[in-house]
């Protein structure tokens, strides 16, 4: 395994209970700071919600409730919703326009989410076993009891 400092986004998206979409890529360039990271995250989940939206238009489903898109950092959430750029975020220029029009548009709801609560962890991160199984009830799998200690 090589280590290159480069962060890895993830995120899933459900329509109700059910898993439509999840990614997992590391990251083009290297982020400053955790902050960038879960930015550039939440700008990448932006750009696939925008994509399920239009798919789902076109497919003539109507959505009646605003997307839930649940970010487990203070500083990324204050990035979005900040409509002043600051020079701290002048290395997120695109990414800062792009979010902060779709969540003036009403695309998406911008949540906050406990760290120890986000299921997307399970592919960015080294977890323990109580984790990984609680997440893998979230997401709805029907793994083996062996595989799955303790059940969900």
């Known amino acids: 395994m090589i280590f290159t400092h480069k962060s890895t986004t993830g995120f899933c998206i ?6 439509i979409s999840q990614k997992t890529k590391k990251q083009s360039t290297i982020s400053r700071s955790s902050s960038e990271t879960k930015y550039r995250a939440l700008a990448t989940t932006v750009y696939e919600l925008q994509w399920l939206t239009y798919l789902l238009h076109d497919l003539q489903v109507i959505m009646v409730t ?4 649940y970010c487990d950092n203070q500083a990324a959430r204050h990035i979005a919703m900040n409509l002043v750029f600051h020079e701290r975020t002048k290395h997120l220029d695109i990414d800062c326009h792009v979010v902060r029009e779709k969540l003036q548009a009403g695309l998406f709801h911008l949540l906050p989410i406990e760290d120890t609560e ?21 997401f709805g799998m029907m793994v083996p009891s062996s595989i799955l200690r303790g059940g969900c």
Not at 118 to 133: A, M, S
């Open 14 to 19: 459900y329509i109700g209970t059910s898993l």
């Open 66 to 69: 605003l997307a839930n898109l």
């Open 118 to 138: 986000q299921p997307v962890d399970v592919f960015t991160k080294t977890l323990d076993q109580p984790t990984v199984n609680s997440t893998i009830c979230k």
